[in-house]
Every structure is written in C-alpha cells, then in structure tokens.
C-alpha cells in the first residue's frame, strides 16, 4: 500500500502546491525548480497513488490520508 512513507519530501511539497491550485510555473517558482522537474514530479505521484489524471491523484491523496482537509494554503 501506498503511504507518504513512500512519497518523497519534494513530492508531497508538490502534492500539496496541486492540491492548492497552484499551476506548474507557480510551483516551480515556489520551490526554485524548473517547471520541468514539477511535471516529472506529478508524474511519478500519479503512477505511485495509481491515478489516471491530477484529479485522480488528488482525490487517491485524500483516500489513502496523505493529503487532509486544512482551511489554510500549505
């Protein structure tokens, strides 16, 4: 089973910058990566969490508890 144990500390930092709304050049600015690093970033979340698309992963995020409901932004 998936866990945040098996997601690294950058993917969750992206995780949670998508789950926010923020696009791929926002994030890569955020963080100080490149926008291709970002996309790579998602791509692995999205096969790990086994999603189709970024909604999926949001929503695999939620079921397995990686990502909570929270009022504020990360």
């Given at each position: 089973m998936i866990t945040s144990n098996n997601i690294t500390t950058r993917e969750l930092q992206?995780?949670?910058?998508?789950?926010?709304?923020?696009?791929?050049?926002?994030?890569?600015?955020?963080?100080?990566?490149?926008?291709?690093?970002?996309?790579?970033?998602?791509?692995?979340?999205i096969q790990k969490l086994k999603a189709r698309n970024t909604a999926g992963l949001i929503r695999r995020a939620f079921e397995l508890g990686i990502l909570k409901i929270s009022s504020s932004a990360a």
């Open positions: 992206v995780l949670h910058l998508i789950a926010y709304e923020a696009n791929m050049n926002e994030i890569a600015s955020q963080l100080f990566i490149s926008h291709h690093t970002v996309v790579s970033h998602r791509k692995r979340l």
